[in-house]
Structure formats: C-alpha cells, structure tokens
C-alpha cells in the first residue's frame, strides 16, 4: 500500500509548527495561504494533513517584508479622497459663514440654545416692553433655585442677555402694562388673598413705588391702556375656584386715580385683553368652560358690544400680543384641559381669523411682547411644571440677531437641562396628566 503521507524533506507537519514557525496564530497561516499564497502542501487522505519546508517559509517570509506597505500601492487613491474631503470641508465652511453672516463669535454658540431661557421657571406673570427692552416677571414658581414667587428681570434681544432687577413683593398673579416708559402693576395674590395693592417701577433708576390701591382687589386680572388710561378688567375677587368679577376700573397715572366704568358683560378671569384701533378687544377666560365670545370695549363711550362670531379654539391662560395691528392668542389650555402650542391671529380690521405657525413648545400661562416686529412668549407651565424656555416669533421668517441667524417663523430656547443636537429640531411635552390650572 502506497504511503500517503508527506516525504522527509517537509519538516513541518501540522498547522500548529507552521504558525510556530512564523510566530502567528494558526488562523492567521491559515488565512495567508489563502490570501498571500503561503506555500504548504496538503496531504492526500481522510484528515487532510499540512506540510512544509521550514526554507520555503522563510524565503517566502523575507519576499514579503520586500513588499512595499498597502497605503504607497493606492497611493493615488488616498491622493483623490483627500482632495474630495478638503472640498467638501471648504464647501460647508463657506456655506456657515453666510449663513451667520461671517461673524466669528457664532462658531462656538452653534449648539447653544437659541435665545437665552428666563433665569427662573415661572407662570402667571406678565410682560412688556420699554425702549427695546423686555420685562418679565411677578409671577409663581416653585423652582428648587427660587425663594419665592415675584422676581422680575429684563431681558436685551440684542445681547441676549437677562438682568436681575429689584422687586417689592412676592405677589404673582398679578397685571402689568407700560404708559409714558413706566410700568404698573396690578392687584395679583400673595399669601392666598387678592390684592388691591399698584406698584410703578421706573426703568432708569431700578425702583418701584406705591401707588393708590385698586378698588377691587382681585388676582389673575387683565390690563389695557387705551388714551393713556389703564383699564384693569375681570380676575379673581377670591382665591380658588370661584365664579370671577366683571369689574371694570380706570386708573388715571397722572391723577393716581380710579373710577369705576361699566362692567364687563360676563365675569372672566385668566382672560386675554388687547387694544388695538381705539378699542380693547377681550378674550377666552374662565370660569367653567373657557369663554369663546369676544367682548369689546370703546372707552370713549365707556361702551361694550360682543361680536357674533365667537372665537375659533376657546382658550384661557394664554398669552396675548397686538403685531401690526393684529391680536395673537398664544398657547394656554383648552376646555378638555389639553395644554395648547397653537396661535390664532385676529383681526380687527376684518373680523377674520386666522391659525398662523404653532410654538415649538406647548404651553400656559405664559407671557408675552412684542419687540421691533416679533414677539416673544416666555415661560409658563406645561405637564413638566413651571418651564423657563422662551421662542420668538418673526411673522416674516427674517433671521433675528439672538438666534444666531437661524429662519423659520419660530426661533426657540430649551431649558439648560435639555440638550439639543441640531437646529431645528422640535421640543415634544413631556407625557403626563395634564396639571390643573391654577385659580
């Protein structure tokens, strides 16, 4: 019977004195005989045995260390993807620098919030806006950082920057607007009873003072201005549930006086008032399912009418802004209690309204103002509590200087707890029951 094993010259007889001898793993001698060639001969029988020259591997050993390395054979590949990839890194350079205007700074803000958040999560406060500049504040928070309610700030759109102002009381709840570059104050809640209390607070010097009292005290109110006098209407005469007062009462700031006016034809609290072409246009509310008719008031004639067509999505807690004439319902919560993102655009002129883009994060009692042609909603309360977030809407989708030139109708903020991994990318509410209102 013929032997069928390897001949004597072939001094390696196993896969494992292979590797051995090339002081490698088997799999990997295994590997190069089927990629480089690795010179054994396979034996002829049922176990398939390997054998090999010990000279044969070390010859073929020394050709390889010859063999130029991988990357000098491609060495024109590697030439062509550089090339590829330092274009296309121009390419995206270019396009960054026109898209923030070729301003250095923007380079390392490029994933930081938009606009900057409020200092302090907070709901039921109000603001307005005095020489370019927003303030905001006197309303609720329960923030582990906060020692109470009241604290107010302002805010620079240019800088983008809050500042920390001085504040008397803790009150929230409460109405403000602006006559003459100061702002008042009205009634609010502190201690769980409504106040009749007025404070003026007088920009320049950072300083707040007393002013006669409200006739009816009351929380959760509405203020207009209309002739530079301040109608204070509606609001919660007690705290908690309660049936809400259609008081109606002008404060005169140069006499720091009031009179009473006609009532409002329905009691409302968590309304909406704007004033706009001579009149103050009041809205939604409560108590019991959120009011849908639009009352109007003409201080001329000390006179109220209710329009027939009643409002398109009923709302309380919403915020209120007048843009170009026009009056934006801002958020708030609905009468299935569900927490609103949506906008509604009145106009006067017409009497038609209008759905215009939804806020990226849904809320309520928020805030808001109009500054140079956009408006900013800022904080409120949504299912994951008091929220400090705050997005600014531009009707034309021109780039606003604190947003780091980014489009689009709404440009946002997210708390700093909340990353955000690209521009654009919308906020989803937190799910959850929906939280009660606040009386």
Same mark, same amino acid.
């Given at each position: 019977m013929a032997n069928s094993g390897p001949p004597p010259e072939w001094d390696l007889n196993s896969w494992k004195e292979i590797a051995g001898f090339l002081k490698v793993t088997e799999r990997t001698a295994q590997r190069w005989e089927e990629t480089r060639g690795l010179p054994v001969r396979r034996s002829s029988g049922p176990r398939g045995r390997v054998a090999a020259r010990s000279t044969d591997l070390a010859s073929w050993r020394q050709a390889q260390l010859q063999q130029p390395p991988w990357w000098r054979t491609h060495r024109k590949v590697l030439i062509a993807c550089a090339g590829v990839c330092a274009l296309m890194a121009l390419s995206l350079l270019v396009g960054w620098r026109l898209a923030v205007g070729g301003r250095p700074e923007l380079w390392r803000q490029a994933f930081e919030p938009l606009i900057a958040p409020a200092p302090t999560p907070r709901g039921a406060h109000f603001a307005v806006t005095v020489g370019g500049m927003i303030y905001a504040g006197q309303g609720g928070s329960n923030h582990p950082q906060s020692r109470g309610n009241g604290y107010f700030d302002r805010y620079d759109p240019t800088t983008n920057a809050w500042t920390r102002l001085s504040m008397p009381t803790d009150a929230y709840g409460r109405a403000g607007v602006v006559v003459d570059d100061r702002i008042y104050a009205f009634g609010g809640v502190e201690h769980a009873a409504p106040l009749r209390r007025v404070d003026v607070y007088h920009p320049e010097?950072?300083?707040?003072?007393?002013?006669?009292?409200?006739?009816?005290?009351?929380?959760?109110?509405?203020?207009?201005?209309?002739?530079?006098?301040?109608?204070?209407? !509606?609001?919660?005469?007690?705290?908690?549930?309660?049936?809400?007062?259609?008081?109606?009462?002008?404060?005169?700031?140069?006499?720091?006086?009031?009179?009473?006016?006609?009532?409002?034809?329905?009691?409302?609290?968590?309304?909406?008032?704007?004033?706009?072409?001579?009149?103050?246009?009041?809205?939604? !509310?409560?108590?019991?399912?959120?009011?849908?008719?639009?009352?109007?008031?003409?201080?001329?004639?000390?006179?109220?009418?209710?329009?027939?067509?009643?409002?398109?999505?009923?709302?309380?807690?919403? #915020?209120?802004?007048?843009?170009?004439?026009?009056?934006?319902?801002? #958020?708030?919560?609905?009468?299935?209690?569900?927490?609103?993102?949506?906008?509604?655009?009145?106009?006067?002129?017409?009497?038609?309204?209008?759905?215009?883009?939804?806020?990226?994060?849904?809320?309520?009692?928020?805030?808001?103002?109009?500054?140079?042609?956009?408006?900013?909603?800022?904080?409120?309360?949504?299912?994951?509590?008091?929220?400090?977030?705050?997005?600014?809407?531009?009707?034309?989708?021109?780039?606003?200087?604190?947003?780091?030139?980014?489009? #689009?109708?709404?440009? *946002?903020?997210?708390?700093?707890?909340?990353?955000?991994?690209? *521009? !654009?990318?919308?906020?989803?509410?937190?799910?959850?029951?929906t939280p009660r209102p606040r009386p």
């Open positions: 010097r950072d300083r707040w003072s007393p002013r006669a009292p409200m006739p009816t005290p009351r929380s959760n109110a509405a203020a207009a201005v209309a002739n530079d006098i301040i109608c204070v209407m !509606g609001g919660s005469p007690v705290f908690g549930d309660n049936p809400g007062t259609t008081a109606n009462e002008a404060y005169d700031p140069v006499q720091d006086a009031w009179r009473g006016r006609t009532p409002m034809p329905r009691p409302r609290y968590w309304h909406s008032v704007a004033a706009t072409h001579g009149r103050i246009y009041v809205f939604g !509310g409560r108590p019991g399912p959120d009011l849908d008719l639009i009352d109007v008031y003409d201080p001329e004639t000390d006179a109220w009418t209710t329009l027939p067509d009643r409002m398109p999505r009923p709302r309380s807690h919403a #915020g209120t802004a007048v843009l170009n004439g026009k009056v934006l319902l801002i #958020g708030g919560i609905d009468s299935r209690g569900r927490i609103l993102a949506s906008v509604d655009e009145y106009d006067p002129a017409t009497g038609r309204w209008r759905e215009v883009a939804p806020m990226p994060t849904p809320r309520m009692e928020l805030a808001a103002t109009e500054v140079n042609g956009v408006v900013y909603a800022i904080a409120g309360t949504n299912q994951r509590g008091y929220v400090s977030v705050v997005e600014a809407f531009d009707p034309t989708g021109a780039p606003l200087a604190s947003t780091r030139g980014l489009r #689009g109708p709404w440009s *946002k903020t997210v708390p700093p707890t909340v990353l955000i991994a690209a *521009k !654009g990318r919308r906020l989803l509410p937190l799910a959850g029951a």
